[in-house]
């Protein structure tokens, strides 16, 4: 088998990250070899590939899908947003300078040139590459400039499949209109629709995907239904309301470990707690008002793709004042990243905010200076005797002026700061520091000593690998991918209006294998 299929959505979060890592799971099964690819992903989930390079954590996701290790090319432009205007741009792993909403565009025939380099790349060297859309592939207020979805799709010639997610409701509504608002050569490449997260009785759905069919002419490859606990490297904020508040089972010991994460405005890698969630006995929360701190036994400041602007935030809602208390009243903090930062004597970044010198919480004895050059890196330590493989992504460094050392950080009483991300992810070193907290909170809690987190996540990629197996039509993803879109596909009406421009989509075909 050989080619290329793109997993495009009615809207974000409709699934199309795990439907993604589901073919790619079931492809890899089958003795396929093959990569995932995102052209565009806007994300402050991103972690670094063994070279040095940023790219989306989900796309790292789907690389352990596929078997095979993941590198820049998989999502060669990364987008982080700093605030509500202006985001990041990260090419190929490396910063690419800042860029609001509307500079954006004029930059985007670039990373077109970039982004089919680097599709062409993987097809040349993988069998077949599954690419993900962004959004919405019926984005009429920006598909002149669309270099990760149709744009994408027509330069490369891929079939799309789109995923609708049922549970949110319209799903028929949905798909039927991101069809009939492309016009006919988008139109041509839409091959047959996946519908996803359904519960109940599938008879009660098939007169709706029958008539789907019918005013779309194009099929329903399945449906995939609702499946609990599937949760994993969240790609945005609309995810996180996924995750679950309760743990993953019953606890070891005598007592349940709570942990409140603070619920940053600009938060990034909120995975980093992904791997105590899984725990069993420990209840990780989300948390964004003071009294949500109280009885946790650790709290944690998450990294954040704005320090400054954060540690403002922390203050106006009054958390900032909850952590200082904690820390008076020797309870457990930690911060990871930018909430490392936070908890220094103070920040100096002319960098990210531009703000100048700014007081940070003071509980750590750290000073922060931020460089313009971005730190990327996948460090090796210990703590608690145990080792610890990480990866860090930051701005600020950090002058340690004293405290105990902790992993790259310090503590200082009940506090501790790291840069490190995925530090929990280490077996050993996460049942030692969890073990740790609950003796400083006085918790009867025990590690479960058998859980294994990349263990765990394979179950759960081998999950997505069976929901594909057992609910799609394989045999029609198979000679979409070989053949590609089939000819004489429906138009539906309206279409788009033939005055709007397509300068970034119609370009020719270049470098396909």
Known sequence: M???LLVAGTTSDAGKSVVTAGICRWLAREGVRV??????????????????????????????????????????????????????????????????????????????????DSLADLRSRYDVVVCEGAGSPTEINLRATDIANMGLARAASLPVVVVGDIDRGGVFAAMHGTVALLDAQDQALVSGFVVNKFRGDERLLAPGLRQLEAVTGRPVLGTLPWVEGLWLDVEDSLDLASRPSSPAGPPVGEDVLRVAVVRLP??????????????????????????????????????????????????????????????????????????????????????????????????????????????????????????????????G????EGGEPFLDGCAAGPVQGTTWHGAFENDGFRRAFLRDVAATSGRRFVPAPGTSFALLRERRLDALGDLVADHLDLDALRRLVERGAPPGLAFVPPGAPPAWTRPVGDRPVRGRA
């Open 2 to 4: 050989r080619g290329a």
């Open 35 to 116: 990569a995932p690819f995102k052209a565009q992903n806007m994300s402050l989930n991103s972690m670094v590939t063994r070279d040095g390079a940023e790219i989306g954590r989900a796309q790292a996701m789907q690389a352990q899908a596929a078997g095979v290790e993941p590198e820049a090319v998989m999502n060669p432009v990364l987008l982080k947003p700093g605030g509500d205007r202006t985001s990041q741009v990260v090419v190929l792993g490396r910063p690419d300078g800042e860029v609001s909403a509307l500079s954006y565009r004029a930059v985007k025939q670039r990373l077109m040139e970039v982004v089919l």
């Open 266 to 395: 600009r938060l990034s890698n909120v995975t980093d707690v992904d791997a105590l969630a899984a725990e069993p006995g420990v209840a990780v929360t989300l948390a964004t008002r003071p009294e949500q701190l109280a009885d946790a036994d650790l709290v944690v400041l998450p990294g954040t793709r704005a320090t400054v602007e954060d540690l403002a935030w922390l203050r106006r809602e009054g958390l900032a004042d909850a952590v200082l208390r904690r820390a008076a009243q020797g309870r457990r903090v930690l911060g990871i990243c930018g909430g490392y930062q936070m908890l220094a004597r103070e920040v100096v970044d002319d960098v990210e905010s531009r703000a100048g010198r700014v007081e940070g919480l003071g509980l750590l004895p750290v000073r922060v200076r931020f460089g313009a050059d971005k730190v990327l890196g996948r460090p090796e330590g210990s703590a608690y005797g145990e080792r610890v493989v990480a990866y860090e992504i930051h701005h």
């Open 397 to 400: 460094r950090a002058e340690v």
